[in-house]
């Protein structure tokens, strides 16, 4: 019988738990166990979801309390040695230390998962890296899924794809040098699984979708031959892109079976069926994993006919990759526009999905016949919707020409414009946009959404904070002043609910890192602006200081790719539509007087493809769209643009050429070793590099961030050179905020007048 199976399910909850359970703990307001507890029952519910939902292998290790590839580092016993901590001994709050750093040592970095806004910690690797088998924490999980009466399948990233994902730390050796020891240790840990009573281990490798070298791609038929020696079956995971070329290899890779991502590259399910071993099963991922979209049920179906022809009961049903990136339920949504609502299935939805592709399969397409129909109705509405399709937007990009996209004037004569009526100090300092967003922002954010509160309350209680974020500006010594977005709920969110095209969910969130939930707009359709969107928070800003105050704005890209975005349209034609609804909020800060503006673009490397192959193409639509949301715009008006938690070493020429005048990136967990590309590749703008990392509670010392400024000053001249944190500051407390830019400012005016002296 075709087995429907999860490589994960979302662990934040449906209405966040973990999150809750998490901040409660930090905050001291439950002890251990009460968390330890809550956690316990969210993962058995959610189990026991799967199984009533005709899960037959539910996943298992796929829960982390903070983040999986941390969880995968405990299970090796390969923590950094500078914690000083034992994988086996270790606490609850050692392990939440790791993720959010200590009084001692900053937490591990933290970079996205292959292309999603998903962020994991860094595994650090020495030469003398030692690794020891760690199964209890997975061995506990196993134990409660069984207690259930689940037929459980535990997870674990695969050896390749951990060794590939951390960074080389100390002396420079290769990574590869640990994969005995590495392996050996997955050997225990698979034995203990088997001892366990699991007949099935998961094991991922999605590194399979990138352009790996020859000698990595070398390393998975020994590796993967010491493993196949362990008592368990094993279902190597690869997933987020094709895996065709590498079919020979996988075909005859000694594991029990293998599964495929099919929405992402539904081609490649032939490549497999051609010549597929007779012993192996074939898991087809083909409910989409990644975006919440209903599937095209017929057409699945008829994909999935054929590969049922073939394999018989070793065809396994499974969405593309773990649900993981998929908000929970879609029955919780009570306010969502209805139209919308019947286009969409969220991560309980494509668990019904599954289970109607397994019937028609076995009892065939009559036995789903009014689902079929559903499904076909579903995908001709969205076809038609007048709602979707804007004559207007798309005759506006119709008209575009060539050099649409460009500034009047190159860099250097548009800096000489700014340095003259901007006037500050060598070493300018700012910061990147948020302020924190207090109790009494959210207090007036909720009375305002349950109608307790009027507009013109709101809008009040709105400017009172801003207010009080550009009095502390001023006392602190920011040269460059932001409003502090406490009107804003989220920095994507808050633009798309202003814009057409865009629906929003109540309880549509994704975990980004630990804590940290996004709730991502849905962009079902053509994009326009209505209206100003920041105007005039802007100007009220800037009527209260002398001092340049930022206009804020999130750029066309993260726009993009921190929404759930359409399949229907090309992402290079939508992200143009979202530019242009930009650029007229740019001409229109301008006009107000706002000479300063920040776009942000955190997720411009998140959008890059994993196979290098394609990135010329994204590069060039990406870095084009962002000039576009600023065309037209005086060579005086400053344009600051923000990237942070991504590796830009290969991709700086495009970056360059997004051509804003001030790039503010992350530097900070990686010890300013961003910095050192920007430096080599001669970066020609203006550069922010965070001089201490905010998504850790601990204030940064005088000390620290003078050695990292030392180093900048090492690589980009001082008068390129800006002074400001890592990013936003939304997450983090007054007290704390105030310390640590009272510090930065401190160093700041240091090193001023060390260069003054310098210069005399």
């Given amino acids: 019988m075709t087995t429907i199976h999860l490589l994960g399910f979302p662990r934040i909850g449906a209405r966040r738990e973990l999150k809750q359970l998490q901040e409660s703990y930090w905050k001291q307001d439950i002890d251990e166990a009460a968390l330890l507890k809550g956690a316990r029952e969210l993962r058995q519910r959610h189990w026991l979801l799967q199984k009533g939902a005709g899960v037959e292998l539910a996943p298992v290790g796929d829960f982390a309390l903070y983040d999986h590839v941390l969880d995968a580092q405990i299970l090796v016993g390969a923590l950094p040695a500078r914690f000083g901590f034992d994988a086996a001994t270790l606490t609850t709050a050692q392990y939440f230390e790791l993720g959010r750093g200590n009084a001692r040592q900053p937490a591990l970095e933290m970079t996205k998962w292959f292309d999603t806004n998903y962020h994991y910690l860094v595994p650090e690797w020495h030469a003398d890296t030692a690794f020891s088998a760690n199964p209890a924490p997975l061995l506990a999980q196993l134990r ?12 674990l990233v695969g050896p390749l794809t951990l060794l590939w994902l951390g960074k080389v730390k100390g002396a420079a050796f290769d990574r590869l040098h640990l994969l005995p020891a590495l392996l050996e240790c997955y050997r225990e840990l698979l034995a203990a699984l088997a001892a366990a009573g699991a007949e099935w281990v998961q094991i991922d490798e999605p590194i399979l979708a990138l352009d790996l070298p020859a000698d990595w791609l070398g390393a998975f038929a020994p590796s993967y031959q010491r493993l196949a020696e362990a008592p368990v079956k094993l279902l190597l995971a690869s997933y987020f892109g094709s895996v065709a070329e590498h079919a020979d290899l996988l075909q005859k890779l000694p594991v029990a079976g293998l599964h495929l991502d099919l929405t992402r590259a539904p081609q490649q399910l032939d490549v497999f069926l051609a010549a597929w071993p007779e012993h192996k099963v074939l898991s087809a991922g083909v409910i989409d994993g990644r975006n919440v979209w209903r599937a095209d049920l017929g057409a699945v179906l008829t994909r999935l006919e054929t590969a049922r022809a073939r394999l018989g009961e070793r065809l396994w049903l499974a969405p593309s ?54 499904s076909d109705h579903t995908q001709s509405s969205r076809r038609t919707s007048p709602r979707i399709h804007r004559p207007t937007v798309q005759a506006r990009r119709a008209a575009l020409s060539g050099d649409s996209d460009r500034r009047h004037s190159p860099y250097p004569q548009r800096a000489a414009a700014q340095r003259t009526w901007l006037d500050l100090p060598l ?31 709101y809008d009040a209680a709105m400017r009172r904070e801003i207010e009080l974020a550009i009095r502390r500006q001023e006392e ?41 939930c996004v709730k991502p707009p849905i962009l079902y359709g053509d994009v326009e602006r209505p209206s100003p969107l920041t105007v005039r928070w802007a100007v009220y800003a800037q009527s209260l200081t002398t001092r340049p105050v930022k206009g804020m704005l999130t750029g066309p890209v993260t726009m993009l790719q921190w929404s759930f975005v359409r399949d229907d349209l090309a992402r290079a034609t939508v992200c143009q539509q979202i530019a242009l609804a930009l650029n007229d909020e740019v001409l229109e800060l ?107 509670p601990r204030v940064p010392g005088e000390a620290g961030i003078e050695n990292l400024l030392e180093k900048a000053l090492a690589v980009i001249p001082a008068g390129r050179l800006w002074v400001n944190p890592d990013c936003g500051l939304k997450t983090r407390g007054w007290p704390e905020v105030e310390a640590a830019l009272a510090n930065m400012v401190a160093v700041t005016r240091r090193l001023r007048a060390r260069l003054a002296e310098t210069v005399v």
Avoid at 146 to 152: P, V
Avoid at 322 to 327: I, R, T
Wanted: proline content about 4%; overall charge negative; some cysteine.
């Fill in 321 to 374: 990759c773990s649900l993981l990136h998929c908000p929970v339920d879609l029955a919780q949504e009570l306010a969502l526009d209805v139209d919308v609502k019947t286009w969409l299935a969220f991560a309980v939805q494509k668990l019904n999905e599954l289970k109607l592709l397994k019937r028609g399969l076995l009892d065939g397409r009559d036995a789903i016949a009014p689902e079929l129909a559903g």
């Fill in 427 to 457: 070493l300018p300092t700012t910061t990147i946009g948020s302020f924190p967003q207090t109790a009494e922002i959210r207090a007036a954010r909720a009375a305002c959404k349950r109608g307790e509160l009027d507009a013109a309350g």
């Fill in 590 to 696: 301008e006009n107000a007087g706002i000479r300063v503006i920040q776009i942000d673009e955190p997720a411009y490397r998140e959008g890059l493809p994993l196979k290098q192959s394609e990135w010329p193409g994204y590069l060039a639509w990406a870095s084009a769209a962002f000039r576009l949301s600023t065309a037209g715009i005086d060579d005086a008006t400053q344009i600051h643009t923000h990237m942070c938690y991504s590796e830009f070493n290969d991709i700086l020429p495009a970056i360059a050429a997004m051509d804003a005048d001030v790039i503010t990136i992350e530097t900070s967990r990686s010890d300013m070793e961003l910095l050192t590309a920007f430096g080599d590749f001669a970066y020609p703008n203006e550069i922010g590099p965070g001089v201490y990392d905010i998504h850790s």
């Fill in 144 to 155: 409660e899924a069984q207690a259930l009466g689940l037929k459980a399948k535990p997870v």
């Fill in 476 to 516: 602190l010594g920011l040269d460059v002043l932001v409003h502090g977005e406490a009107e804003r709920n989220d920095m994507v969110e808050y633009f798309g609910e202003q814009l057409s095209g865009y629906a929003f969910t109540e309880h549509g969130w994704v975990q980004s890192y630990g804590s940290r």
